[in-house]
């Protein structure tokens, strides 16, 4: 194109990423100052995509993994004709807002990805592109290339300083996925300094060694050799990162190249002394020219033309293949299969099994109808019981549904999140519950941008016996019900446990966390009737009382077919009690007030909860008359027979405790029983 209205476009974005920023008096101007020639020449050059249909599957994907440099994309997206106004870019980070500080997926056309925390948007781009590869092997035929598109990303320094972003470039290198290039902004600054303060490897041979293409662009303002740095990846088959040396702030007389760009407005002078640098009048603000802006909506109908032509190929892909083209249209669409739900496994009265081994046979069962599941665990599919079977595997020369993802469980909760992102797939990853604290930043942001990523976990208690405390979780039931918009799953038996994955399936806008035993249980007779509406509401009467309740017994996992064996005792000695089993207590609490008082009545305030876990949030469901056994401290390495009994959960004294609720002894948190074996908590 004409190099003067290509240096107009580029100092256009670079403007309004200044104004915006300025609006706001809040934000990160800097990059997206450094960063406008390479995002120009992706999204002019070689980004597939059609601002009129966003949603078109076939489309690029661009991820702008360092988020902190919204203001670029936010340009690029009003540029480009996605519908962003100026109005919207001056309503910057303010209440209500399409431009939020960092972009978010669903709020706004054109984002990609909810990339708050650094690193993230990397390993969401490596899910895009699992997500493409899977999706063309299963529907591309000789003739119909009907998916067939790229991942590009922009990140920073921050980004690959991050250890998420290691692990994800590692897996991602092993894969070959060619279709993955990534553009780092090399600009020696972070925002406590020069990068040379906490840095000083060779990122480049790092990616070498990972097995990724690595290339340098030594000038980011050299549009050619960015341009035709990105057409040598694109030519190569293993994934991309491109070193382009920028200069943060460029263009800034008194901060290009210094943090003081990085995360502050310019301020009102340097913006005048800037524009006026680029040659761009000081006093517009939220200027485009007329040509620049011709220009860049070129792309409404270059987009137009390829949605078109896509769409020309699906029709003639669907007169070749009528059967794979309905089935590629029903993942587009996000639709379940119909009657899926009729595969879930069902359990009879004598049978009894780790939770853990129901949820493979969950998997099993429901792998040939939901095609579209794939997943995989951190080197734990032996202990998680996740593999599809006869799925084949996903390896840098096949396609299969499961992933190995090695030992890389921050990586792989975001590469998950990635397929969610991508769509097309249902995905979900599997590690012991313990470890959800390394996956809890991605599983977070599931939750935020509204992904139905499923994670499993297994392993979900002081059961596990004797690998320890430090494999046992306690406090992690509580921590993962506190992240808004995900539900928390601890299935009491295995009906339940199978009915969990039905709802983990049917919930496609929100995550879902399944946590599974390893250890048998029962199967108890109130869940033949009772799990497949009462798992879905949060929790329901597993066990009715033989008379009007006095009591209640409140229950979720392992500890359910303790609270029925509690009840027994009770009824035996003349307390008609009632069982409630909770697998989801944020779904019970949606519920509405009815069907919560018909599952607990309030006129019954002799409540018991059991949980092996911690007390914090129980007080809610039992009241303040009520009990609440639980694990306010850490485990111990034992069987798990002799760690239940040891730390109080145990028929007899759940029994004990409610004779006490009811006479008025016992209230709030049970202390925990002290341990005989010299283990103390300090």
Known sequence: MDPRLEQSAITAIRTLAIDTVQAANSGHPGAPMGCAPMAHTIWTRHLRHAPSTPGWFDRDRFILSNGHASALLYSLLHLTGYGLTIDDLASFRQWGSRTPGHPEFGLTAGVEATTGPLGQGFANGVGAAIAERRLAAEFNRPGHTVVDHRVFAIVSDGDLQ??????????????????????WDDNLIQLDGPTSTAWSEDVKRRFDAYGWH????????????????????????????????????????????SQKSHGAPLGPDEVKLTKAAYGAD????????????AFYRTAIQKGDALVAAHTKRLLAYATAFPVEAAELQRRMAGALPVGWERALPAYEIGGDAPTRNVSQSSIKALAPVVPELIGGSADLSESNLTDIHDGGRFTATESGRNISFGVREHAMAAIVNGIAYHGGLIPFCATFLTFSDYMRGAM???????????????HDSIGLGEDGPTHQPVEHYAALRAIPNLRFFRPGDPNEAAHAWGAAIERRSAPTVLAFTRQKLPVLPGSITGAAHGVRRG?????????????????????????????????ASGTPTRVVSAPCLELFGDQDAAYRDSVLPP?????????????????RWVGSDGAIVAMDRFGASAPAPKLFAEFGFAPERIAEIARGVI???HRGVIPTPHLHDGHEVR
């Open 282 to 293: 000081p006093d517009a603000t939220f200027h485009v020219p007329a040509d620049v802006a």
């Open 539 to 571: 929790a329901y009467v597993i066990r009715e009382s033989s008379a009007p309740a006095t009591a209640i017994l409140i229950a979720t996992g392992s500890e359910v077919h303790l609270a029925v064996a509690a009840a027994e005792l009770l009824e």
């Open 214 to 257: 690595t290339s340098s662009v030594a000038d980011g303002n050299d549009v050619a050799s960015i341009d035709a740095a990105i057409s040598a990846a694109i030519a190569d088959e293993r994934p991309s990162l491109i070193a382009v040396r920028t200069v943060i702030g460029f263009g800034s007389p008194n901060k290009a190249g």
């Open 162 to 183: 991050e250890g998420i972003a290691s692990e994800a470039a590692s897996l991602a290198g092993h894969l070959k996925l060619g279709k993955l290039i990534y553009l």
């Open 603 to 619: 006129s019954v305030r002799a409540r018991v909860s059991i949980e092996a876990g911690v007390s914090l949030g129980w007080d």
């Open 663 to 665: 006479a008025g002894t």
């Open 444 to 458: 977070r942001l599931a939750a935020l941008a509204g992904l139905g990523s499923i994670f499993v976990f297994t």
